[in-house]
């Protein structure tokens, strides 16, 4: 098997099974009960939280566990929308968010909040002056996704940031800064200075799938998501998810303390996949830009096939690709991807788009098998013409 949808979710570390396993078997306690059993758990989940900060480069106080990524975003949509409800409704964010942040703002949209929605260009990059140039008073969040789940752009999260903290110094506002990093995490590292909270998902990391992580920066005030017996500092109520807050530790460890390793690992298998595919392949569109994106990410259309015809051939081969997030599959994508379209893709560009997405495990070998899959296929499809 050869497994390149790894930006869909990845195989879990060998160590985050052992070490969830153990959780399950012996560290079952309530991390709110008084007994050993209970310490014995809390200690645990703060020893995760504190390898998942470190990883992030934030405090351990800052991050809050969710139920995933989704749960993340949302948070922090619907949290900044309610504490700042009385400050304004206008809240700026991109064209090409994941569905986790674009639904939660057709919702608030339909509340009354005024939603900006920012263009892209061509390669898939939000201008940060774009970003400032939508700052008005009556602003109070900005949303920006670091990694894009489709095209692998580096969007300028930082410089947005620094944007944003001059025009609250100059006009007086609290706008807050939110970036969904779930793309980026263990990929890519930024400075968390000027981010106000940020979303995290273990199972791209090769930890559990239904757990998450939000980072809330010491001083920002957002209402919380879930009430309930007030667990995570009274932010996110319901006993927590021992077994898998300890797999997202142990991910985020391994992921943090061997980033250099792994992510040229990724790049390596990125780089061998594209050059073959240039190499063997012809008209086709790179959609991932080649410069600022992410190891992870290689989205090519391979003009005149379509993209789902492709995807199950290579299947066949025990060839593991996605057309496009795997989330997007149950969002309702007319016309296909939303991002792409976003970057000015033709329809048959967008048809015929297929992601590869990277892990440290993909060896130059399999690159190479993938790349002769690919063109037969290409070839395959071309010839018997089942393009329009
Ligand atoms: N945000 C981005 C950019 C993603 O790629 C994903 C998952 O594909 C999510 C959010 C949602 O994360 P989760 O699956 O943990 O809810």
Not at 87 to 98: A, F, M, N
Request: hydrophobic residues 40%; proline residues 3%; aromatic residues 6%.
């Amino acid at each position: 098997m050869i497994y390149l949808d790894n930006s869909a979710t990845t195989r879990q570390y060998d160590e985050v099974n052992s070490a969830m396993l153990s959780a399950m078997t012996d560290t079952f306690g309530n991390p709110s009960s008084l007994h050993r059993l209970g310490l014995a758990s809390e200690k645990a989940v703060k020893a995760a939280r504190a390898d998942i900060a470190d990883a992030i480069g934030v405090s351990p106080a800052e991050v809050y566990f969710t139920a995933c990524g989704t749960e993340s975003d949302n948070t922090a949509l619907f949290g900044t929308a309610r504490a700042k409800r009385r400050t304004g409704k206008r809240i700026i964010t991109t064209k090409v968010e994941h569905p986790a942040i674009l639904e939660p703002c057709k919702r608030l949209e339909s509340e009354g909040y005024e939603i900006v929605r920012l263009d892209v260009d061509g390669e898939g990059f939000v201008s940060a002056d774009a970003v400032a140039d939508a700052l008005k008073e009556d602003t109070v969040l900005v949303s920006i996704m670091a990694v894009n789940n489709e095209s692998g752009c580096i969007m300028p999260i930082e410089e947005i940031g620094r944007r944003i903290r001059a025009y609250n110094k100059d006009h007086g506002t609290g706008i807050l800064f939110h970036s969904d990093m779930v793309q980026s995490f263990g990929k890519v590292r930024f400075n968390m200075d000027l981010i106000d909270m940020a979303s995290f998902s273990a199972h791209k990391i090769h930890g559990p799938k239904g757990i998450g992580a939000l980072y809330v920066k010491k001083g920002v005030n957002i209402e919380p998501f879930l009430l309930g017996g007030g667990q995570e500092q009274h932010f996110r109520s319901g006993t927590e998810n021992v077994p898998s807050i300890i797999g997202f530790g142990t991910a985020a460890r391994k992921s943090s303390s061997e980033f250099e390793r792994r992510t040229k690992a990724m790049e390596n298998a990125k780089q061998r996949l594209l050059s073959g595919i240039k190499d063997r392949v012809d008209i086709i569109r790179v959609n991932t830009p080649d410069h600022d994106s992410a190891c992870s990410v290689l989205n090519i259309s391979f003009i005149g096939t379509r993209g789902e015809v492709i995807l199950h051939t290579l299947e066949q081969s025990e060839i593991y690709v996605s057309t496009g997030s795997a989330c997007s599959s149950n969002h309702s994508s007319k016309g296909g991807s939303h991002v792409l379209r976003a970057m000015g893709l033709k329809p048959n560009e967008v048809e015929g788009a297929i992601r590869f997405s990277f892990s440290e495990f993909n060896t130059a070998e399999e690159m190479d098998t993938v790349i002769e899959a690919v063109a037969a296929a290409v070839e395959k499809f071309r010839k018997l013409g089942s393009f329009r």
